[in-house]
């Protein structure tokens, strides 16, 4: 166990439709990424937070969002989903001074 | 910018037979490097880790992995492989800073029996 908290585990919706992912990082963790992995692109880097604030951006698209809240929580909005967009998301979390990623179990998401 | 590169996408090896995953970092100054593991149907989880000092590191499982700075590489070594070391291998690198880790496109590793 990471100490990463993600969820829902699995989520199956329409396309369309708008979705939040939910993750808590390990206790004391500034930082919190998102990952997404699929069959066919691998392992993407999405978005980085740190304690509130965006830091870094890869390969998010317009149609997805995400947030840290005060409480260093984290939600990835998911919206107009499409078929493509079925992939397992990894929340991930890091200490200020030590580089180290820490992930969570994923949450599935099934857009059908 | 920084990219990993991992040279062997998938790899098939039997039990007992020797290990050794390449990889390889494009940013030229101080970097953190991580080998990571996933398991199927499981998140990705830390197998070892350099940041500084000695570049030959030992990580859990009978995994190690040498940091060779003038190559640019970090490859990912066993010495014999067991059947429950059938996943998947990503490294990762970090330039410290921001914090931005970048992940290699993954080995796949099977161990057959």
């Known amino acids: 166990d990471s100490g990463v908290t993600q969820t829902p585990k699995h989520l199956i919706t329409a396309t369309g439709q708008r979705v939040t992912l939910r993750c808590s990082p390990r206790s004391g963790d500034l930082s919190v990424y998102w990952y997404q992995q699929s069959l066919d692109q691998g392992l993407q880097f999405l978005i980085q937070y740190y304690n509130g604030e965006e830091r870094a951006k890869g390969n998010i698209l317009e149609r997805f969002s995400a947030q840290q809240f005060p409480d260093l929580h984290s939600e990835l909005n998911l919206s107009s989903l499409e078929l493509g967009d079925s992939a397992l998301y990894f929340c991930?979390?890091?200490?200020?001074?030590?580089?180290?990623?820490?992930f969570g179990e994923g949450s599935w998401l099934t857009v059908v | 910018a920084q990219s990993v590169s991992q040279h062997n996408h998938h790899v098939i090896l039997s039990e007992a037979a020797s290990l050794e995953l390449g990889c390889n970092y494009s940013?030229?100054?101080?970097?953190?490097l991580f080998w990571y593991v996933q398991y199927p149907g499981q998140h990705l989880q830390l197998l070892l880790k350099?940041?500084?000092?000695?570049?030959l590191v030992k990580g859990i499982k009978g995994f190690e992995a040498e940091f060779i700075k003038s190559k640019f590489s970090f490859n990912l070594r066993k010495p014999s492989v067991q059947w429950s070391d059938t996943a998947e291998y990503f490294c990762?690198?970090?330039?410290?800073?921001?914090?931005?880790?970048?992940f290699g496109i993954g080995t796949k590793l099977q161990v057959i029996p």
């Open positions: 350099y940041f500084s000092g000695d570049p």
């Open positions: 940013y030229g100054g101080t970097v953190n």
């Open positions: 991930a979390s890091s200490e200020n001074r030590d580089n180290t990623i820490y």
């Open positions: 990762a690198v970090n330039s410290g800073g921001y914090q931005k880790v970048t």
